[in-house]
């Protein structure tokens, strides 16, 4: 489902640290409601790039616009208002161990967007119910599978309202036979038009449901196209091997 406004752009964007060049040169665009899938070695900057969309890493240089907002612009007080537009979902959960399922998802909403408790509630439940968990509002969530627990994390960034959502590697903590629940809840958000940006090494699910795939190797984008070109025919040597490895 590829529409016509672009939700995320990256121009540009370097990132250093001390003297090691981590990204370089990445340009990048997501339009609204596109899956864009980024593959890549382990220490190719896959997470460094996803951490700067919301400046959770700090860029070297280069620009990156979210919604039409140069989020790279912001001064550092105000980056709370912007990272409530930035869903963000890594591979360990990070629910509060001590609150149910529903005060979790409860939270951030009355606490950053100081949406009233009601409010908050329902919005929850709506969401919980999005990732297939409504039932288990009143749960702990030590009582959950890492699946389920990867859902709540995931209803709880989407109660927020963001305007993206960026996966970093949101299966790889979960033991196989979890991993689906997980996909479905992404591929269902896909459907309803949610522009998301994923790190991830579920290619069957990337053949399957993303627009677009990114391989990057190194700080760069080495190649990117739709999945049938990045899998079906890779261009470059580095591309060509790290398919080898992985399938
Ligand atoms: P990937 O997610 O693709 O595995 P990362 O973005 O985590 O890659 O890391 C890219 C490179 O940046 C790696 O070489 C890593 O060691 C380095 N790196 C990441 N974070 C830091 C940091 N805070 N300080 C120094 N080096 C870092
Ligand atoms: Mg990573």
Known sequence: MT????????????KRFDQTAVLRAIDLKVREAELVFVIGPSGSGKSTMLRCCNRLEEPTSGAIMIDGQRITDIP????????LKVG???QGFHLYPHMSVLKNVVLAQTKALKRPKAEAEARALEM????GLKHKAEAMPNELSGGQQ?????????ALD???MLFDEPTSALDPELVGSVLKVMKDLRAKGMTMLVVSHEMA?????ADRVVFMDGGYIVEQGTPEEVFGNPKSDRLKSFLARVS
């Open 162 to 164: 963001p305007k993206v």
């Open 76 to 83: 550092r007080r105000d980056l709370d208002r912007m990272r």
């Open 88 to 90: 963000m979902v890594f």
């Open 3 to 14: 529409q016509g406004r672009t939700m995320l752009e990256i121009t540009a964007l370097e």
């Open 150 to 158: 990867q859902r709540v994390a995931i209803a709880r960034a989407l």
């Open 205 to 209: 699910f990337a053949r399957e449901a």
């Open 128 to 131: 919980l119910d999005q990732v």
